[in-house]
């Protein structure tokens, strides 16, 4: 447990030495609020109630965006640089490692995160705010993001260059997230279909969205992270048996 | 401490590590020589849990790094050949890390530090970036790293590749500081290195034992090449001839001077011919003014273990 609070420790560190983390915030900060403002003239406009939903909605696109910034170096950087061999033959399991990796991505994605909230309570200032709801919608964007992250670190293991993780990253992230606007070009009777509808971020997330949180959903995301994290660890591991 | 058997690590179509086996007792200094390729690395990643063999077995401190692969590295300080570190990270700040990563307590760690520092002479570098540390520098934290957690067995590989010679003589020293308190294993394919610190050498070819034993040792068993030379006044050419007639002569070489003879005696198969040589010259009348045995040095010893012919070598 010790040893892997100090990595993530030192993964978050990471972040925040390099440019990357400050980058990452910040654009993800301006993006956010310009659908803010966005989402808000429309309710000005249309005179209907105002409502958190939009905005959350547009969270998970930037959460796409941000999924390859986040996770590329993670693995592949230490495979490049070597370190991966001081850290794997210091007394720390493989799966201490992938995890420490993985949290450490997820809390950079509650402080990319956390600025937002802001916008909620400027919302419930003309508004009632379904506060629930709400919740339930943040809990879906850190799912959403659990699923992207773990993939992204997946594909990090698998890479040794940052760049190839990252492209890679972000078009297995739009893809996942558009998933159900490509079903209907297949034909009819495809069996890809139903799958790319259930596999669908945006409509995995959109359950959350109305606050409801559907159990097949949860677990259904929850186990796509496990899966990756344990072929993450796999993947690591495989070093032994190669 | 070490115990090596049949281990052996193969990638497609290569045998890095072949058929393997050596020991390595407590307070040992030993190095592991044998020029780039002969399977150092490989057999030290094998050592510390990085890599496992594909078969055969090490054993560390008693035990298996495969089965008990935490446990060995609990005791093993291990400074890789890349020596890559967390460069972003300040010296001390990466060492107490690493010192979290050992499970040192929160007490220990602050003291095992700074006794890591001292030894290896960075304290007054501990506020500096590692990323602004020259080679030589960074190679002492990765060396401070190594001996942090008190190892029982210490494994370096390649510790002084890219120094200069003022660096290669401190981390020499250093390394000689360490074998008083731990088993060191460390690999180098520079001779001159080996042959000052180490007890005992093992010499690497082609992933097999080459030799292993004291530098001496190593050098007396390729004695085959020991030739005599002697120096003798007399008649040349007889002198010449009732040497020759020496049992197991195999060449030679005669030079003069008036009437002082130089010889180059090679014998053969390895023996030792000066007892014989003496007596002939002395049955003969002549008189000796020097006897010479020109001894294989480690670096020849070293050159002629590692350089044959290639054996059944695939393309």
Redesign the interface.
Known sequence: MKTFLALTRRELGVYFVSPMAYIILTVFLYLSGLVFVGTMKEFAESQLPVSFQPTLQWLVMLIVLTSALVTMRLIAEEKKQGTLEIILTAPISDAAFVLSKFTASIILLIYLLLPTIGYLIIISRYGPVDFGAVLCGYLGLLLVGGVLYSIGLFISALCSSQITAGVLTLMVAVLLIMANIMAPQLAETSPLRPILAYVDLSVNFSDFLKGVVDRTRLVFLLSVVAFFLFLTTRVVESRRWR | MIDVSNLTKTYPGVAAVDDLSFQVGKGEIVGFLGPNGAGKSTTM?IL?????PTSGSAKLAGFDVVEQS?QV??R?G?L?E?N???T??RVEEYLL??A????LSAADRASRVGEALEKVRLTDRRRSIIAHLSKGLRQRVGIA?AILHRPEIIILDEPTIGLDPTQVREVRELIRGLGEAHTVLFSSHILSEVEKICGRVLILSKGKLAASGTPEEIANRLMKTGNVRLEVRGEGRKIKETLESVAGVARILWSSKGDMNTYVVEPKDGLDLRPALVRACTSGGWEIYELGYERVSLEEAFSILTAGPEKGGTP
């Open positions: 990643r510390t849990c990085f890599i496992a935490m590295r609990r093993v291990y890789p890349s890559a570190l967390y972003e990270m890390f690493r979290r990563l050992r499970d790293d």
